[in-house]
Antibody, heavy 121, light 106 residues
Framework: QVQLVQSGAEVKKPGASVKVSCKASGYTFTAYYIHWVRQAPGQGLEWIGCINPNSGGTKYAQKFQGRVTMTRDTSIRAAYMELSRLRSDDTAVYYC??????????????WGQGTLVTVSS | DIQMTQSPSSLSASVGDRVTITCRATQSISSYLNWYQQQPGGAPKLLVYAASSLQSGVPSRFSGSGSGTDFTLTISSLQPEDFATYYCQQGYSTPSFGPGTKVDIK
């Protein structure tokens, strides 16, 4: 079955960087964009950006421009999201999710299990 | 950027109740509207895509409708496992989510 499995929880100090991985299985990895979404404690869902695993092309939310880098390794069917210059308000669960598209719509399914990133001194 | 709003932000309901959640976009998004369910501590789960198409495996008590700027998610007969938070999401342009509607037990 289609599955996304993320790396484990991280604790980082302010100013550090974190890199979260997302390993795909059950489908052609290069055929679907991978998006990253985060959720701060008790808050809603916030889109961070996406990567085209085929070309490596990326698009980031303006809020994260300059601090986020998304990459992929097609040999192991993995996508990565690195966030730098971490602040306490970056504490959140980070999700990867696969975008499916048709001629007239798109949606996110499935989602990874989430990776808790805690930023604390 | 397209902003999404949802109403209500929370509601209390009983098992068997009919529940309707509304989602509104700040500009027309055609049918590029999806609904997700999130249980506490879990990842979001796709319920409805393209405004009204039920994802495979999702119970038929869930339904979606709308186009343009106004959309609804309806649960025809609330079940115990439906107590969760529901999010709408537009895929017309840079993705964005509504703030969520928490459904809890009355």
């Amino acid at each position: 079955q289609v599955q996304l499995v993320q790396s484990g929880a991280e604790v980082k100090k302010p100013g550090a960087s974190v890199k979260v991985s997302c390993k795909a299985s059950g489908y052609t990895f290069t055929a679907y964009y991978i998006h990253w979404v985060r959720q701060a404690p008790g808050q809603g869902l916030e889109w961070i950006g996406c990567i085209n695993p085929n070309s490596g092309g990326t698009k980031y939310a303006q809020k994260f421009q300059g601090r986020v880098t998304m990459t992929r390794d097609t040999s192991i069917r993995a996508a990565y999201m690195e966030l730098s210059r971490l602040r306490s308000d970056d504490t959140a669960v980070y999700y990867c999710t696969r975008e499916s598209t048709t001629m007239a719509t798109n949606w996110f399914d499935p989602w990874g299990q989430g990776t808790l990133v805690t930023v604390s001194s | 950027d397209i902003q999404m709003t949802q109403s209500p932000s929370s509601l209390s309901a009983s098992v068997g109740d009919r529940v309707t959640i509304t989602c509104r976009a700040t500009q027309s998004i055609s049918s590029y509207l999806n609904w997700y369910q999130q249980q506490p501590g879990g990842a979001p789960k796709l319920l409805v895509y393209a405004a009204s198409s039920l994802q495979s495996g999702v119970p038929s008590r869930f339904s979606g409708s709308g186009s343009g700027t106004d959309f609804t998610l309806t649960i025809s007969s609330l079940q115990p496992e439906d107590f969760a938070t529901y999010y709408c999401q537009q895929g017309y342009s840079t993705p964005s989510f509504g703030p969520g509607t928490k459904v809890d037990i009355k």
